[in-house]
Nanobody, 123 residues
Framework: QVQLVESGGGLVQAGESLELSCAAS????????MGWFRQAPGKERESVAA????????LYADSVKGRFIISRNNAKNTLYLQMRSLKPEDTAVYYC????????????????WGQGTQVTVSS
């Protein structure tokens, strides 16, 4: 089992940047594919990005492609999400998640979830 703790959320204006972090403990971090997901009020949780175990392969939702970058530092057991050119529609609670399966944007592939961090983008 892996424990995940997100940080870095906050309130920013449209067009600004923010970086989220997810600290992992427990199971070997490098053995897990990782993903970021988000959930806005009244909406289903949706995928944002995913990264392979070694960090060499990534996937992005169309809505964030070209603006967000997912990365990981296996030596520090940490996952990151760099968010640029933020839009009001990016407002949501952001969750990191871990999977023993191949990296994917499918949230059903992820068994371990953090508690989430709020990102609010004002117009």
């Amino acid at each position: 089992q892996v424990q995940l703790v997100e940080s870095g959320g906050g309130l920013v204006q449209a067009g600004e940047s923010l970086e989220l972090s997810c600290a992992a403990s427990g199971r070997a971090f490098s053995s897990l594919a990782m993903g970021w997901f988000r959930q806005a009020p009244g909406k289903e949780r949706e995928s944002v990005a995913a990264v392979s175990r070694a960090g060499g392969n990534t996937l992005y939702a169309d809505s964030v492609k070209g603006r967000f970058i997912i990365s990981r530092n296996n030596a520090k057991n940490t996952l990151y999400l760099q968010m640029r050119s933020l839009k009001p529609e990016d407002t949501a609670v952001y969750y990191c998640a871990a999977s023993r399966l191949r990296y994917s944007l499918n949230k059903s592939a992820y068994a371990s979830w953090g508690q989430g961090t709020q990102v609010t983008v004002s117009s």
